[in-house]
């Protein structure tokens, strides 16, 4: 496996370096994306630290590294990095479209983005490409975030039961990135997984009943499950008309209400949104460091 060949390579290199009296410095290495939260990704592309084709490339060689062994990835967007691309002379112009411009996002397989087959985990679906994004990525896309590829679940995001909560005929059985005998959640699997592991910056989940908040836990992750009707559900695979809805799976919570500042609002194809705009507000401009002084926080011991 990928992994234990990085492994193997480490320990060779400390031998070597033992056998000499003056090591050689070691190699440079290019920017690390590993644990990085959107915002600090936002704020290294602001300062010139780095720049959406490195981080894009960045993930990419994670993904090849580490997910032929946690099956998290379904696939790569094929324009993925022309819209690295795209997002940096964006910059160098002046004209940023905001903090999510250049941040590499998943997007659950249920999801719809042009370019990609949306298969739900199935064969049944593999020839089905959207003409058309969902609203949740037409939005993250119009945000500037580089809609990255396509994220495991449990097929049909557990619709159609198989007994193994985070495996799909298409993705395979995605692994818990810190204990590969131990289960990742589902139905959004593959977000919890490769958030966790830093294989892209941020996920989009579905969520009826705990299939974001569920791999989220498991994977030490936040995820956040919306007031159902603040996020369109166009574009995506339904289980229930009156209980699904997407919501961003991130390492941290500021990296929540980023994501939801940008996915939230009206859609005139959703009726159920239609009063989602009186609701919308910059999540991260809410977000208070006091939010639980005084608070009782009650802890279960078995």
Known sequence: ???????????????????????????????????????????????????????????????????DTLHSVIEIAPDAIQQAEESDARRKAGETLGPLDG???????????????????????????????????????????????????????????TGVMNSSTVGGEALNPYDLTRSPGGSSSGGGVSTAASLAAGNVGSDTTGSIIGPSSYNGIVGLRPTIALISRRGIVPISQVMDTAGPMTRTVRDAAMMLTAMAGTDPEDSWTEDADEHVTDYVAALSTDALRGKQLGVIRD
């Not at 739900?120 to 500037?144: M, Q």
């Open 103 to 161: 941040i590499p996002i998943l997007f659950k397989d249920n999801i719809d983005a042009v370019g990609m087959p949306t298969t739900a985990g199935s064969y049944a679906l593999e020839a089905n490409v959207p003409e058309r994004d969902s609203e949740v990525v037409r939005r993250l896309r119009a945000a500037g975030a580089i809609i990255f590829g396509k994220a495991n679940l449990s097929q049909f995001a557990g619709w159609r039961p």
């Open 1 to 67: 496996m990928k992994p234990l060949r990085l492994i193997t390579y480490s320990a060779l290199a400390l031998a070597l370096a033992a056998c000499s009296e003056e090591a050689p410095p070691p190699a440079v290495q290019g920017y690390a994306v590993e644990e990085k939260s959107i915002s600090q990704l936002s704020d290294d592309l602001a300062s010139g630290k780095t720049t959406a084709l490195e981080i894009t490339k960045a993930y990419m060689g994670r993904i090849e590294e580490y997910d």
